[in-house]
């Protein structure tokens, strides 16, 4: 997986855009670049959660805890998608399903019920286990998707997938003309198409629905 | 979470041109205190946060007998379960009481049944009406926040848990605060929603493109975030 600087990153985004460096570069504080570098962040951020290509795999702080049923998701993830106890995966179940079919399931510990066997996602920041260990001390291990760190300087670096560069390019190919306008923002639509193609190819989210913009765009923009 | 609303205010500064270096700064669209941008930010946090429901809590208050209305807190953005000391209530609505169950408003057992429909906002009601009270929490209630324990069930306790969207109990923003609730990868489709806004207002900033557009990302963003709690959370 090839390595990329912001400061690689940033030139290839003004490739896209005839190398305006006076329109689309902007000062705040010490930063010359400041919102290219943010546009860049916000690509690489909808890449991420579009297809979770940063995950991380955090062990719980604390292990379990005896008798308790409600755990918080750890930083940095911020999806958790697979937790495993004690080196053994755990099930994935809604909390209206089990509660529908066991009814006594917040109060079933591993002494009456057997060995952990379920996760139970309450949102993304909360997970209850199924049954509460009633002994504590075990290894919690969540994998999930991660945030990305912001890139800042220009020496700093992040690893890419190669399909992932020219999404990247093509998201500021047409992100960064949203503050012109008129014709120049709207031919950016044939970048802003090929970048919701890709990522709809990309996602790892199924039902996940794309909007149906650039038609619309050209139409106004013909019209007016 | 570490993106304050200046983050998002810096961005929507970007797109419209307007001045940003350090705090707010009169420009042609945001006015010297910036109260336009805070209005819409408050404005699409809380659409963002009722439509997509990805992050939610949990809120335990304690039951009373003959009591069967009981108070949403401020900050649950709607209950989408509801539990008695950890068994799942059913959710109901007048219409099906009144068919199977005439005489519901007089009976008193251990709720087996929820509903929301007929009610003031932020209430649920339980059936039968609960003949016992649950363990009491310490606290004053008061009219918007009941008395109660976050992201608990106290199964014993054999109270009402309900589950649902976390939401903010007060809609007052500054520029220095910090995003709540909300990942820090989550907050950037809100400045599309604030700038669908600007973009359809009616004056110079009037632009049907680009409300369109960032109308249709803030969408995007919207069905992101619902795909994913349909996959994690089979919703």
């Known amino acids: 997986m090839p390595t990329f600087s912001l400061a690689t990153l940033r030139q290839m985004a003004l490739d896209r855009v005839d190398n305006n460096t006076q329109f689309y570069t902007y000062a705040l504080g010490a930063n010359a670049y400041f919102d290219i570098d943010a546009v860049i962040n916000e690509a690489i951020r909808i890449a991420n959660l579009f297809t979770g290509f940063i995950q991380a795999s955090v062990n719980l702080p604390g292990f379990t805890q005896a008798t308790t049923l409600i755990y918080s998701t750890p930083a940095p993830i911020i999806i958790p998608v697979r937790v495993s106890y004690n080196g053994v995966f755990l099930d994935r179940t809604p909390v209206a399903r089990l509660a529908q079919y066991n009814p006594a399931w917040a109060t079933e510990t591993t002494a009456s019920y057997g060995p952990v066997q379920e996760w139970v996602p309450l949102g993304i920041t909360l997970f209850a286990l199924h049954p509460i260990d009633s002994v504590g001390g075990a290894n919690l291990n969540v994998i999930g998707v991660q945030e990305p760190t912001p890139l800042v300087n220009a020496n700093d670096v992040i690893n890419l997938p190669d399909e992932f560069v020219p999404l990247i390019t093509e998201y500021c190919a047409h992100r960064l003309p949203l503050k012109e306008g008129g014709s120049i923002f709207a031919q950016g639509a044939q970048a802003f198409r090929s970048w919701s193609r890709k990522m709809k190819t990309l996602s790892r989210w199924e039902g996940v629905k794309m909007p149906l913009l650039e038609t619309k765009i050209r139409q106004i923009v013909k019209v007016a | ?235």
């Open chain 2, 1 to 235: 979470m570490s993106t304050q609303v200046q983050d998002v205010y810096n961005t929507c500064c970007n797109v419209l041109l307007e001045p940003y270096l350090s705090g707010v700064a009169a420009g042609l669209t945001l006015t010297s205190n910036s109260s336009v941008f805070l209005d819409y930010f408050a404005s699409v946090f809380q659409d963002f946060l009722g439509r997509t429901r990805l992050v939610k809590a949990l809120f335990t208050q304690p039951v009373q007998a003959g009591v069967v209305d009981y108070a949403v807190p401020n900050d649950l953005i709607q209950p989408e379960e509801c539990f008695l000391g950890g068994t799942r209530l059913e959710a109901t609505a007048l219409d099906d009481l009144d068919t199977y169950d005439p005489g519901w408003e007089t009976e008193q057992d251990i709720p087996t049944h929820w509903r929301q429909d007929g009610l003031p906002i932020k209430t649920v009601s339980l059936s039968p009406i609960p003949n016992y009270n649950g363990t009491t929490y310490s606290g004053v209630p008061t009219a918007t926040q009941p008395v109660g324990v976050y992201n608990q069930f106290n199964p014993t306790d054999n109270n009402l848990t309900m589950l649902g969207g976390q939401g903010v109990a007060s809609n007052t923003w500054t520029l220095g605060q910090v995003i709540p609730v909300l990942p820090d990868s989550f907050t950037l489709y809100l400045a599309y929603g604030i700038l669908e806004r600007f973009f359809s207002e009616d004056g110079e900033n009037k632009d049907v493109a680009r409300a369109q557009y960032c109308g249709q990302r803030y969408l995007e963003g919207i069905n992101l975030l619902r795909a994913i709690a349909e996959e994690i959370l089979e919703e």
